[in-house]
């Protein structure tokens, strides 16, 4: 897929396909994107887990009401950084935020399905996060990227946003 075309296509899906999983080694190929995203005084404070028992992903959906559709993915992807190792703190989230799309985009190449979820800042959930995985104080958990592998019944819908770019 060309770069322009995987931006202009890629959506938020929340369904999922009953009878067939990734394998952690196909999430883990499109985890890798996210090397490639600029970091803020190249902190490089991200680190991201693949959660693959499926009692976590039923501890997960729970955390939520928006969660629902967790425990039905394939895996997730638990974004976390580390906190010992920032060298600008209050860029942290730029990164994530870069690196998290650039993991959505290679899942996109690969026709896989995905949705964001947040889970900072809000530190009640973080901590029960935390405290579930048994991290150590320095990892936070930044968010949730819930893969499905496609279900032709359940194409994403088209986007639909009024927008317009002014020129200043
Ligand atoms: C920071 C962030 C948090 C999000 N959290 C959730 C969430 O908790 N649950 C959910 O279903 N979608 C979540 N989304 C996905 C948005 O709902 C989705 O991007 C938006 O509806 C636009 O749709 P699109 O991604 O298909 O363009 C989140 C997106 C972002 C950027």
């Given at each position: 897929m060309q770069t322009?075309?995987?931006?202009?296509?890629?959506?938020?899906v929340r369904s999922y396909s009953d009878t067939q999983k990734l394998t952690p080694e196909q999430i883990a190929e499109v985890v890798e994107y996210w090397?490639?995203?600029?970091?803020?005084?190249?902190?490089?404070?991200?680190?991201?887990?693949?959660?693959?028992?499926?009692?976590d992903l039923d501890f997960l959906g729970e955390l939520m009401q928006w969660w629902k559709m967790i425990p039905k993915s394939s895996w997730v992807v638990l974004a976390c950084f580390d906190d010992?190792?920032?060298?600008?703190p209050d860029f942290i989230q730029q990164d994530m935020w870069a690196s998290i799309q650039n993991i959505l985009l290679a899942i996109h190449d690969k026709w896989y399905w995905a949705v964001w979820v947040w889970t900072y800042?809000?530190?009640?959930?973080?901590d029960e996060i935390k405290k579930y995985f048994d991290f150590p104080t320095n990892i936070i958990p930044f968010a949730i990227l819930?893969?499905?592998?496609?279900?032709?019944?359940?194409?994403?819908?088209?986007?639909?946003?009024?927008w317009k770019i002014e020129i200043l």
């Amino acid at each position: 897929m060309q770069t322009l075309e995987a931006i202009k296509t890629r959506r938020s899906v929340r369904s999922y396909s009953d009878t067939q999983k990734l394998t952690p080694e196909q999430i883990a190929e499109v985890v890798e994107y996210w090397l490639y995203a600029p970091s803020a005084h190249n902190q490089q404070a991200r680190k991201f887990f693949i959660v693959t028992k499926q009692k976590d992903l039923d501890f997960l959906g729970e955390l939520m009401q928006w969660w629902k559709m967790i425990p039905k993915s394939s895996w997730v992807v638990l974004a976390c950084f580390d906190d010992s190792k920032l060298k600008s703190p209050d860029f942290i989230q730029q990164d994530m935020w870069a690196s998290i799309q650039n993991i959505l985009l290679a899942i996109h190449d690969k026709w896989y399905w995905a949705v964001w979820v947040w889970t900072y800042p809000r530190e009640k959930v973080l901590d029960e996060i935390k405290k579930y995985f048994d991290f150590p104080t320095n990892i936070i958990p930044f968010a949730i990227l819930a893969i499905w592998v496609p279900n032709e019944e359940l194409m994403p819908k088209n986007l639909k946003v009024d927008w317009k770019i002014e020129i200043l």
